[in-house]
């Protein structure tokens, strides 16, 4: 009989089958992973201890037992290890409205050669909180946010990307009766540097980016009026598009500020 490292390591894992005919497949561990995380319709190959790999980690190494996964992944759809998404997160943030408007005189630190600077304007009114926030059936206090890009193609696709964000209520959570930022970092002002909230930051937005990619927003989810918007700006004539998940608001204007 083998030691059981020895046999573990010539054992197959399951992946589910993501074109969801319940089938299992197969593979081995030198093999590429195949499909999702899924396992409905799959009991009778797989049990709480078969194990399964995710397949969209890039290390391409992150094995667990079936039950771990489904449990893990039920809670939180992103990878235990290194927090890549599988699935849509949906947040918890309030409803409220984003406005979005070219600021011609106003520029960002570090972009003087930037047409101007984007204005985005973050408003929540007072409401109650639900069993997702802290005191569920208490009242919290209503807010409103600005921040700044600068208004170059860099700027207008973390624009696009901010709009995506809060669509999914990723940008914002109450505490202590209030809204406050979450782990998505906006620049609040135009100049100051990072350390007020503004521009200039060399990194920011390679690490925006991240920030988002961890929450499955990236340009993937752009649609073409979206991307003709990241390339031509605000001369875009009738860009409108209105987003609505519950009560939130999206709204791109198109004006001067």
């Not at 079936?66 to 290194?82: E, I, M, R, V, Y």
């Not at 409205?97 to 050669?113: D, H, N, P, W």
């Not at 109650?128 to 700044?148: L, R, T, V």
């Not at 003709?228 to 999206?250: A, C, M, Y």
Request: with cysteine.
């Amino acid at each position: 009989m083998q030691e059981p490292q020895k046999a573990a390591k010539k054992k197959q894992t399951f992946v589910a089958d993501v074109d969801g005919d319940g089938d299992m497949k197969t593979q081995n561990e030198s093999a590429a992973p195949l499909l999702r995380y899924d396992l409905s319709g799959a009991n009778k190959l797989v049990s709480d201890q078969t194990i399964v790999v995710l397949n969209k980690c890039t290390a391409l190494d992150h094995y667990f037992h079936a039950s771990c996964a489904k449990q893990k992944l039920d809670a939180k759809q992103a990878c235990p290890k290194c927090s890549v998404s599988y699935g849509e997160i949906v947040g918890h943030q309030p409803d409220g409205q984003l406005y979005i408007s070219k600021m011609r005189t106003v520029k960002c630190a570090g972009f003087e050669s930037s047409k101007g600077s984007i204005k985005m304007f973050f408003e929540f009114t007072n409401g109650m909180q639900d069993e997702h926030h802290p005191s569920p059936g208490k009242k919290y206090f209503g807010e409103k946010i600005e921040a700044y890009l600068p208004n170059n193609t860099d700027g207008r696709e973390a624009c696009m990307l901010t709009r995506w964000a809060f669509k999914r209520r990723l940008l914002f959570q109450i505490k202590e009766n209030c809204i406050e930022f979450g782990s998505i970092d906006l620049k609040t002002k135009p100049y100051g540097g990072a350390q007020k909230r503004g521009f200039p930051d060399a990194n920011y937005f390679r690490n925006f980016k991240n920030q988002l990619k961890a929450k499955a927003i990236t340009v993937d989810l752009f649609t073409d009026d979206e991307k003709k918007f990241i390339e031509e700006g605000f001369q875009i004539k009738n860009f409108k598009q209105d987003f609505r998940l519950g009560q939130s608001h999206l709204q791109l204007i198109c004006i001067d500020g």
